[in-house]
């Protein structure tokens, strides 16, 4: 058996995991991660919290959070959202505002970059053609989000002291696997889980192993 492939594997996957991690550390591609961030994560965390709107934002001291965390997860009711977004057209000179029914501060080293990193660095160091990479890089991360989605709703839920967003079997799997203490072997298992549905094949477990090498040897 030839173990150049897998030292190989292992290299490649070392190299872009550091080469992330550094890279973010550049202002403009860590301005271009938040943006991201802010975008696409509150969009997956809305899209699975229909009763809530839900705003992602690098303006943490304007909460009077610690500013030393990254980011805001503002959580508001969405019919008060409505109902205040109406009487404000009706009264333009004296509108109301949002008051928001929760919010919590976090890093994004501790809630979603690392993780990332983790796993492109794993999608891209399999050997696949590249259009399975990208995609298989895009699922990735939207279930990658959707995990991190049950980590800030239960955070959500301690940090008020109530249900957020009661949201049955959702606010439930939130309470498993967002309880990242009680869980953290959990939470490693799944992303390795993902990397799995989205990577592995029969041929790219053989690339990684040398058994073509070593057939052909």
Known sequence: MNNRPLIKFVFIFFSIYAMLLISNE????????????????????????????AEITTDVESMGADPNNDYVLTAY????VKAIQQYNRINPRTPKQFKPIAYIAFKARMSHSIATFFLLALIFATPNDWK???????????ILYILIAMKLT????????HKTSDDGVWFVLSGILGNNESCQELYYILLLTIWILVSISKTSISKIVGVDSAEKT
């Open 77 to 80: 009711d969405k019919k008060d």
């Open 154 to 161: 239960f955070l959500m839920s301690m940090a008020d002291g």
């Open 132 to 142: 399975r990479k990208v995609l298989g890089g895009i699922a990735a991360v939207y």
């Open 26 to 53: 550049i202002t403009v591609v860590k301005n271009m991660h938040h943006g991201f961030y802010e975008t696409f994560g509150e969009w997956v965390y809305n899209s699975w919290h229909p009763e809530v709107k």
